[in-house]
């Protein structure tokens, strides 16, 4: 997995952690159970984030990219 970099504001939903750096493309999901962090997946999108804080909202997360689209996650 890439970590990113940059600013980063993580969510956490139940028990994943939605992270994104906003000098990197990829937003990643960590499985939070337990006493380590696990990478579940990551997608890279075609730019970077424009804001690295995920939202939360109805069993999925969002997160702004550059390229002007809003990414969902469910």
């Known amino acids: 997995w890439n ?3 940059g600013v980063s504001g993580p969510s956490i939903a139940g028990n994943r952690l ?3 750096s ?3 493309p990829f937003f990643t ?3 939070i159970e337990g ?3 696990e990478p579940l ?3 890279k999108m075609n730019d970077c ?3 690295p804080c995920p939202a939360i909202a109805g069993g999925m997360a969002f997160i702004l990219c550059l390229d002007g ?3 969902a996650f469910k």
Do not use: I, L
Request: hydrophobic fraction near 30%; charge should be negative.
């Open 49 to 51: 984030v424009g804001e």
């Open 41 to 43: 997946w990551q997608f």
């Open 29 to 31: 999901c960590f499985d």
């Open 18 to 20: 939605y992270s994104a």
């Open 3 to 5: 970590p990113g970099g």
């Open 69 to 71: 689209n809003v990414y």
């Open 22 to 24: 906003s000098n990197s």
């Open 35 to 37: 006493s380590k962090a």
